[in-house]
Antibody, heavy 121, light 112 residues
Framework: QVTLRESGPALVKPTQTLTLTCTFS??????????VSWIRQPPGKALEWLARIDWDDDKYYTTSLKTRLTISKDTSKNQVVLTMTNMDPVDTATYYC?????????????WGQGTTVTVSS | DVVMTQTPLSSPVTLGQPASISCRSSQSLVHSDGNTYLSWLQQRPGQPPRLLIY???NRFSGVPDRFSGSGAGTDFTLKISRVEAEDVGVYYCMQATQFPHTFGQGTKLEIK
């Protein structure tokens, strides 16, 4: 069974750096065709894709946040970490991670439950 | 960036009646590998998104057959043949052909 779980601080102050961890099971990020993305959703708003890391360590970022995001993986721990610098109240959102499996279904076939982050002083 | 435009943004539907959501992309979604990575997601209230349809028209595991996807190039459609109460929520189209991946604005499906 494939599962993903997001974790991180519920509250961060403006200008701080946010670090989120996606811990997964049921697949390996060293398997060809497997990727993990981070997506966020501000309260009452639409989904926004943030970043993706692939099995071969290729990394991709959304255009508007490229300078603030870093995605990395620890294959031995089955984790993907996203850091976002210089947090602002507009970054308040639920943050999700999701798997891609290009051997079969393609993008974002399984999602985590999400973790809510509030940016406030 | 590829812009995904959904219509309508809100869809009140009578139980048992069909529903249809359109999604248009600002560029072709045909990937160099020949696939079109256009997916439909459902987000029920208070829940994370869930994959319904992948590569335009393929139902994901466990998705009822009342859901169907169609389209090509830049125009895509999600259809629900007979809406049930559990279908209430927001539906998103999403493209993963190009970077950055992008979502539509979402269509809220509600029962009349």
């Amino acid at each position: 069974q494939v599962t993903l779980r997001e974790s991180g601080p519920a509250l961060v102050k403006p200008t701080q750096t946010l670090t989120l961890t996606c811990t997964f099971s049921g697949f390996s990020l060293s398997t060809s065709g497997i990727c993990v993305s981070w997506i966020r959703q501000p309260p009452g708003k639409a989904l926004e894709w943030l970043a993706r890391i692939d099995w071969d360590d290729d990394k991709y970022y959304t255009t508007s946040l490229k300078t603030r995001l870093t995605i990395s993986k620890d294959t031995s721990k089955n984790q993907v970490v996203l850091t976002m610098t210089n947090m602002d109240p507009v970054d308040t959102a639920t943050y999700y991670c999701a798997r891609h499996d290009y051997r079969d279904y393609g993008p974002m076939d399984v999602w985590g439950q999400g973790t809510t982050v509030t940016v406030s002083s | 960036d590829v812009v995904m435009t959904q219509t309508p943004l809100s869809s009140p539907v009578t139980l048992g009646q069909p529903a249809s959501i359109s999604c248009r992309s600002s560029q072709s979604l045909v990937h160099s590998d020949g696939n079109t990575y256009l997916s439909w997601l459902q987000q029920r209230p208070g829940q994370p998104p869930r994959l319904l349809i992948y590569k335009i028209s393929n139902r994901f595991s466990g998705v009822p057959d009342r859901f169907s996807g169609s389209g090509a190039g830049t125009d895509f459609t999600l259809k629900i043949s007979r809406v049930e109460a559990e279908d209430v929520g927001v539906y998103y189209c999403m493209q993963a052909t190009q970077f950055p991946h992008t979502f539509g604005q979402g269509t809220k499906l509600e029962i009349k």
